[in-house]
C-alpha cells in the first residue's frame, strides 16, 4: 500500500524539487527577454526623437534668410524638450549650401540591457526656400 501512495499524489519520489530547478532556470531567461524587448522598444523611441528633431532643423535652417546655426539650434532644443536622458550623447551636424540644407542627428540609447549600446540617427534633406516674382 505504501508503494502506490506516490501515485495518488501525482508525483514520484525523484521528482521532489524539479519545478525549482525548473524555475531557477527560466525566470532568469525570461527577465532577459523582458529587458530586450525594452531596450529595443526604447530605441525606437530615440529613433523617432532623433528624426523629429532633424525635421525641425531642416525646417529651421531652408527659410530664406536662415543659417545653418538656426537648425543646430532648434535640433538642440527639440533635443532638450524630448530626449531627455534618452538619448545620450546626442550629435547634431546642419550643413546649408547654395541649393539644399541636410540636418544629421545621431545619438546613443540608454542602455537597459548591460553591454548592449545602440546607436540611431534621424535625417533629413531638403532645397532652401527662395522667393520668386512672376
Known sequence: M?????????????DRGAATTELVLVVPLLMFLLLCIVQFALALHAQHIAQTAASRALAAAR???????????????????????????????????GEDVEAH???????????????????????????TVR
Open 2 to 14: 505504501a508503494s502506490g501512495h506516490w501515485l495518488r499524489r501525482g508525483r514520484r519520489p525523484g
Open 63 to 97: 527659410a530664406q534668410d536662415a543659417t545653418s546655426g538656426a537648425g543646430n539650434e532648434r535640433a538642440s532644443a527639440t533635443l532638450r524638450l524630448l530626449g531627455g536622458r534618452l538619448l545620450q550623447h546626442p550629435t547634431v551636424h546642419v550643413s546649408r549650401g
Open 105 to 131: 542627428v545621431e545619438g546613443e540609447v540608454v542602455a537597459v540591457v548591460p553591454g548592449l549600446h545602440l546607436r540611431v540617427a534621424g535625417h533629413a534633406a531638403g532645397p532652401v526656400e527662395r522667393w
